[in-house]
């Protein structure tokens, strides 16, 4: 089982920074790619940004050149640095982790989420 905790969220101006920390434990063998997902109040949640071993990060298109997402495979961490916010990025973060065990089974991860409010 793995656990996840996430931290950063709070409230923002419109044009703010807002960091996400993502710390991953528990028992796996390899953390393969780590992420974010978004679900603002009646809309579907959508992935933000993803990171996976060995491969260029991946965006949604609204938040490319504004969102970086990093990782500290040392801490299994990861991290979403989040500038100029705009109001549309108010939703709930949910922190997203696939994991390898050494059977080669790979198991899927979500955090309780973290509430972003951008005001403008």
């Known amino acids: 089982q793995v656990q996840l905790v996430e931290s950063g969220g709070g409230l923002v101006q419109a044009g703010g920074s807002l960091r996400l920390s993502c710390v991953a434990s528990?028992?796996?063998?390899?953390?393969?790619?780590m992420g974010w997902y978004r679900q603002a109040p009646g809309k579907q949640r959508e992935l933000v940004a993803s990171i996976s071993n060995g491969r260029s990060p991946n965006y949604v298109n609204s938040v490319e050149g504004r969102f970086t997402i990093s990782r500290d495979n040392a801490k299994n961490t990861v991290y979403l640095q989040m500038n100029v916010l705009k109001p549309e990025d108010t939703a709930i973060y949910y922190c997203y982790v696939r994991t390898t065990m050494i059977t080669g089974r790979n198991n899927d991860y979500w955090g309780h989420g973290t509430q972003v409010t951008v005001s403008s």
């Open positions: 528990g028992t796996f063998f390899r953390i393969n790619t």
